[in-house]
């Protein structure tokens, strides 16, 4: 796990969508069941906006409430052009079953008013 998430971290922004999906028919990456892996996979994946990965993180942000995961994928949706919408309408359904802090800090860094409580 480690020498994958070494990996992965380096390659920050490096691929494009065509080499995302090289390396995940080599691999499986996107249906990795480690979390740690699957989450630096998605990460890259929004990087370059890789279908099968924005599948599977729609399903990981429902499935995966713990904030060290959610915040950085939801800040990341908010930076591009095209995920910030996408990334309200997941989280407005992922949020019953996230923790208060972890719905307060999807909710910062997607820029949305606190819903109550």
């Known amino acids: 796990v480690h020498e994958w998430r070494q990996f992965l971290l380096g390659l920050a922004g490096e691929l494009d969508a065509a080499q995302m999906r090289q390396m995940d028919e080599h691999f499986g990456l996107t249906s990795s069941r480690n979390v740690e892996i699957l989450y630096l996979w998605l990460v890259r994946a929004i990087e370059a906006r890789y279908e099968p990965g924005i599948e599977r993180l729609e399903q990981f942000l429902l499935e995966v409430g713990r904030n060290k995961f959610t915040r950085p994928l939801y800040q990341q949706l908010a930076d591009t052009d095209w995920g910030r919408d ?31 409580q």
Do not use: F, M, N, S
């Open 86 to 116: 996408w990334a309200i309408e997941v989280y407005e359904r992922a949020r019953p079953g996230y923790h208060p802090l972890t719905r307060q800090a999807a909710e910062r860094a997607l820029g949305i008013e606190a819903a109550d």
